[in-house]
């Protein structure tokens, strides 16, 4: 399969992970991240049974994939609780422009072009343009103090998946199972943090369904996929295609939780996709 099919196909599944996070928010977010993570790597296991190797990473390798996969999810989770999801869902999608500006910074041999500085000022437009948008008429979830608080782990999200994307290129290569162990890593370690810190919860059948379907898409199935993708074709190239996830995650959230798409929601949209594909192309 050519690597535009695996980066899409990867598209598609992270599409609906804001919309998951939603319908599972009344679950203690240590326990959704641990379950779903755990899921996510059940399809490498068979591999592992036949092959030691296709798990074998340094310990390095493996921290890096326990930052990425359980910081990550894990902050956005916390966002999608204490911020209009919509919104909070655009911040975090802040991660391929920032995959952008911090690239001077974490790889070596990369410098930041005027036009790269022009596209960061766009996307921070556009995220700002949604907080301000979150105060007119959107409320936070039930419970939440404010809506302002919780836009600063979904930033913290997108700083995390950016940062981690871009490291992946300075350790060992490793293979595209051992996305399977850093799910697996990851999952029991926000499993025993749920254990120390959060009060124990029974799932309906509904929410096992939800959680399963969770784990086997966007905190599974899409990460082995992106990998190939990356593997298989020219990063840049993937990377212009990643810019449709957050316009597809946004268009499928505002139709699961019946909100209008208003004028400040898709200005905010424009800009942060604007800005994504403008530093990709500046060279």
Not at 209 to 218: H, I, Q, R, S
Not at 261 to 273: F, Y
Request: net charge positive; with cysteine; hydrophobic share 60%.
């Amino acid at each position: 399969m050519p690597a535009t099919f695996y980066a899409l196909l990867a598209i598609a599944l992270w599409a609906t992970l804001a919309t998951f996070g939603t319908a599972l928010s009344h679950l203690p977010p240590f326990l959704l991240t641990g379950l779903a993570l755990i899921v996510g790597s059940v399809p490498s296991w068979p591999l592992v049974l036949r092959d030691r190797r296709a798990w074998r990473v340094p310990p390095r390798t493996l921290a890096l994939g326990v930052y990425g996969l359980f910081g990550f999810h894990f902050l956005l989770f916390i966002a999608l609780r204490h911020a209009p999801p919509v919104e909070a869902n655009l911040v975090n999608y802040l991660w391929p422009l920032l995959m952008v500006v911090l690239a001077p910074v974490l790889l070596p041999g990369v410098s930041l072009r005027p036009l790269h500085v022009v596209a960061a000022l766009l996307g921070f437009a556009g995220a700002a343009i949604a907080i301000l948008g979150a105060r007119n008429g959107s409320a936070a979830l039930p419970g939440a103090p404010a809506t302002y608080w919780g836009f600063l782990p979904a930033a913290g999200s997108a700083f995390i998946w950016a940062s981690y994307s871009l490291w992946t290129q300075r350790v060992t290569p490793f293979p595209t199972s051992a996305i399977g162990l850093f799910g697996l890593v990851s999952g029991a370690l926000s499993l025993a943090c749920h254990a120390l810190l959060e009060p124990s919860v029974a799932l309906s059948a509904t929410d096992g369904l939800l959680v399963a379907l969770c784990g086997l898409g966007p905190l599974g199935a899409a990460f082995f996929v992106w990998d190939m993708a990356l593997k298989r074709g020219d990063a840049r190239q993937i990377g212009i295609l990643s810019y449709l996830t957050p316009l597809a995650s946004t268009a499928l959230l505002l139709a699961v939780t019946g909100r209008a798409l208003t004028a400040s929601i898709a200005l905010a949209a424009a800009l942060i996709i604007s800005a994504a594909v403008m530093g990709t192309r500046a060279k």
